[in-house]
């Protein structure tokens, strides 16, 4: 065999070694790709519940400050009655009273 046919030789070896480790190197990549994905997904689907939880935490904290905040408004709605009922000038004590009461609904949220 001359030196061309062995270079050819040599030079086909090379190119199929370096098609064979690509095509399995390949292979490999899609299989942790796969294997990567549904762990991926868990972790995802881990972190929404948790924001979900903190908004809902944070939700029911503002209805129960807003709920407080009518109690307080209704607290001093009472006092100003008491006051005017004691110095004799009762005005609409009505209005007084409702109005804080209207702000709140009686459903839980």
Not at 13 to 40: C, D, M, V, Y
Not at 72 to 82: I, K
Not at 87 to 104: F, M
């Amino acid at each position: 065999m001359s030196e061309w046919g062995i270079a050819l030789i040599a030079a086909g070896s090379a190119i199929l070694g370096s098609i064979t480790t690509g095509f399995f190197a390949w292979k490999a990549g899609h299989r942790q790709a796969a294997a990567a994905e549904a762990p991926g997904q868990a972790q995802a689907g881990a972190l929404i519940s948790t924001v979900q939880a903190t908004l809902d935490g944070q939700r029911r904290v503002r209805s129960v400050d807003r709920r407080y905040q009518v109690c307080v408004q209704y607290l001093s709605a009472v006092d100003e009655v008491r006051s005017r009922l004691f110095d004799g000038e009762p005005g609409d004590i009505a209005t007084s009273l409702t109005t804080p009461l209207s702000e709140v609904s009686c459903a839980e949220p």
